[in-house]
């Protein structure tokens, strides 16, 4: 037994030995091989080692290689972006053809294919494809996408006069502007631009570029495309318009409103004169060519300034297409869209933006404004989406982004109201308030004491809404300040989504006095659940919609849900209460309207970068905003001057010949105030027509002769028809 367990130990003994030997053995020969590779590799590079001259170029080329591997991976992730834009589909014919029609039944434009793309680009003539190339991009053929040249060439211009006097995009990146992008001035934007002018270039021929191009750049007047603006302007197809022709045409691609022929023909003969000079410069023509047009200008046909309601109907166009995804309009994309737009109120709102910007914007420094129109329900009846949709297509109403100042308190107070903390006359103290070391101050910079808390709305107290954060996250419990003020916050943000804001609401201690950026038109959508007694009152641009058949596929009453009631009767009635002394008594004076109760709220934010006025009645709400589209400094303007002033303009115009509907919680007008706001004035009535009817008569005729027209046998013409429709603050705000 001693035999065998000795044995076996020695045979374990022997094995280890081995095994040590064996990992030796292998860890020396591993190292020797690699000191022969070590001396392999270092042989080889002192034969490739270089001095002098060559040395200092591979040096060069050694770091170039570095850098260019960087910045690849750098323009790999600015055109990510891009590329996530991109899509075969912006670049077929787009398949909704939408006719658009008011409150009345009456055409107010179109969208979609029904600008005219069906000419090959060999079947226009040749002088216009000229005029075409020696305005926007003499060297089209010649470069990849972005001219370089240009570009350098428009740097050095710009520098020397201080200024933009000349663009140096190419004409693939203005079509890639049209397709994909807006027209807002980042170098974001630029720099998508530039990828996506790449992707095209990748994708397209030059000629498809060309093409596409002319059938999709705005040319004024609601044209889209060279060939609808030709039969618009001329009244002729593209391929018959003369040199002079041509050259008008050509000369609407930089600022189609400022030079639309209809609008200011001396302005556009100029700019057709410059076309043409344009064409000799780039050697596309002599000047004896070009010498008879400059001789015989262009005559457009005789035709009124047509008013088109264009932001609206871009609005409308993304609504009726999500409507469509969401499937409630079939298969058919040739529609007939009744909607809720008053022209007379579009027509209001529009001069009354552009009176006020011309006659007091440069004293204020400000240069755009914006404004939404709807009835308490969400019917928007105007938009009013910028200055001049022709100098720029973007939507500041609907698309824009911006603090709104002290206009977002009625959210705060309202979820203040609602968690049972407050009543209109609860007696509140205007002292400092700090949530770490930040400290709002008010307008004045000092604090008013003890009031009730209708007068801290009417004059915009700062520190009373965030002294309402915290109490909110007290109420659940909450001791620490600065925690219970943000369970107060959410519980704000959790009222503003309910009510209508959509956009990203940043969660930030500035929050309940307006640091965070909403929407005109979600602003308007907001203070509707106020006017209308607490139902929740959803932006909608579609009455009712026709097929292609003149079968009637969506009605809003009947296709979408009630509205869902978001705030009690009796909140809404003790915030409209509050909010009706802020025209009479409080911020928003210069809003106040003769005759018609109103409630409302102004909005500033810091540094006067934007200014608000959001309004209503207990028939019409509307939200103004005014700003700079680059968010600089406005010379002290307060959402009490001129958005109050506009506001007040167009509402007034608005509410003649309406029969006042008083506000949930509001004392009703005086009756002498109310006859005289139905009375009107010598002013045409918001949707009157030519002879003056006033727009309740207009409204009620209207829907009689809709239903007749409802019981019409159908027509089965595979063209839209007009159908029997029925009417049915970033940085903290502090000022007021």
């Known amino acids: 037994m001693e035999f065998r367990k000795a044995g076996w130990r020695t045979r374990l003994k022997r094995f280890a030995l081995a095994a040590d030997s064996w990992l030796d053995a292998g860890l020396w020969g591993a190292g020797r091989r690699a000191g022969e590779i070590h001396e392999r590799i270092r042989s080889t590079a002192d034969r490739l080692t270089v001095t002098g001259g060559k040395r200092i170029a591979a040096e060069f080329a050694s770091e170039g290689l570095n850098i260019g591997i960087v910045g690849a991976l750098i323009l790999l992730m600015l055109a990510l972006p891009a590329f996530r834009i991109g899509n075969d589909d912006a670049l077929r014919n787009q398949v909704f053809a939408v006719t658009f029609l008011d409150r009345y039944g009456m055409p107010i434009g179109h969208r979609g294919a029904r600008h005219d793309d069906s000419l090959k680009l060999e079947e226009m003539p040749d002088h216009l494809l000229k005029a075409v190339l020696a305005t926007e991009d003499r060297r089209f053929y010649d470069h990849f996408g972005i001219d370089v040249i240009g570009t350098s060439r428009a740097l050095l211009v710009n520098t020397r006069a201080s200024g933009v006097v000349q663009g140096g995009s190419s004409l693939t990146q203005q079509l890639a502007k049209n397709l994909f992008l807006n027209n807002e001035r980042s170098l974001d934007r630029k720099i998508k631009e530039a990828f996506l002018a790449l992707w095209l270039e990748a994708r397209l021929s030059k000629n498809e570029i060309l093409k596409l191009y002319l059938d999709r750049a705005y040319m004024g007047g609601g044209t889209f495309g060279a060939a609808a603006a030709a039969e618009y302007y001329f009244g002729k197809s593209v391929k018959d318009v003369s040199l002079a022709e041509a050259a008008m045409l050509a000369g609407l691609f930089k600022a189609p409103t400022k030079y639309a022929p209809h609008v200011n023909l001396p302005a556009a003969r100029a700019r057709a004169n410059d076309v043409l000079n344009a064409m000799v410069d780039a050697g596309f023509m002599t000047a004896g060519q070009v010498d008879s047009a400059k001789r015989n ?45 008053d022209t007379a109120i579009q027509e209001r709102a529009d001069e009354a933006i552009e009176s006020i910007l011309r006659q007091h914007g440069p004293a204020y420094r400000v240069k755009q404004a914006a404004t939404v129109v709807m009835d308490p329900d969400g019917a928007v009846r105007a938009i009013v989406g910028g200055r001049d949709y022709g100098a720029s297509q973007f939507n500041r109403a609907t698309a824009g982004l911006r603090q709104p100042g002290s206009s977002f308190k009625p959210f705060v107070y309202a979820a203040a109201l609602s968690a049972g903390l407050y009543k209109p006359n609860t007696i509140v103290t205007d002292r400092p308030v700090c949530i770490g070391n930040w400290c709002p101050n008010n307008y004045g910079r000092s604090y008013a004491g003890s009031m009730p808390l209708t007068v801290a709305l009417a004059k915009s107290i700062n520190t009373i809404p965030v002294q309402m954060s915290i109490a909110i996250g007290r109420a659940t419990g909450e001791t620490h300040e600065a925690r219970a003020a943000a369970i107060g916050r959410r519980k704000i943000v959790e009222t503003a989504r309910a009510m209508g804001l959509t956009t990203p609401l940043t969660d930030t201690v500035s929050l309940p006095i307006g640091a965070a950026e909403v929407t005109v038109i979600d602003m308007a959508a907001g203070y509707s659940v106020l006017a209308n007694g607490g139902r929740r009152a959803k932006p909608y641009a579609a009455i009712e919609i026709a097929n292609s058949q003149g079968e009637v596929i969506y009605r809003h009453d009947r296709d979408e849900p009630e509205p869902k009631q978001v705030l009690s009767s009796q909140v809404a009635q003790d ?162």
Do not use: C
Not at 305 to 330: M, Q
């Open 575 to 736: 915030m409209n209460f509050m909010l009706s002394k802020v025209p009479t008594e409080g911020t928003g004076r210069r809003a106040a309207l003769d005759g018609v109760v109103t409630a409302g709220k102004t909005g500033t934010t810091n540094g006067y970068k934007d200014a608000w006025y959001v309004g209503y009645s207990g028939n019409l709400v509307g939200a103004v905003w005014f700003g700079n589209d680059n968010s600089t400094e406005t010379a002290n303007m307060t959402g009490g001057s001129l958005p109050a002033m506009t506001w007040k303009e167009i509402m007034q115009f608005a509410h003649q010949g309406l029969e006042l509907k008083p506000i949930p919680g509001v004392p009703v007008a005086d009756p002498k105030g109310a006859a005289v706001a139905r009375a009107g004035s010598a002013t045409r009535p918001a949707g009157a027509t030519a002879g003056h009817m006033p727009r309740q008569s207009f409204e009620v005729l209207s829907a009689v002769g809709s239903m007749f027209k409802a019981v019409e046998p159908r027509r089965s013409a595979g063209r839209p028809v007009q159908v029997g429709i029925r009417e049915i603050s970033g940085s903290e705000p502090r000022l007021r």
């Open 297 to 341: 200008p262009a005559t457009p046909v005789d035709r009124k300034r047509d008013s088109s309601p264009d932001y609206y109907l871009d609005w409308a166009f993304d609504a009726v297409k999500e409507l469509a995804s969401e499937g409630k309009l079939g298969a058919d994309r040739v529609l007939t869209v009744k909607t809720p737009h």
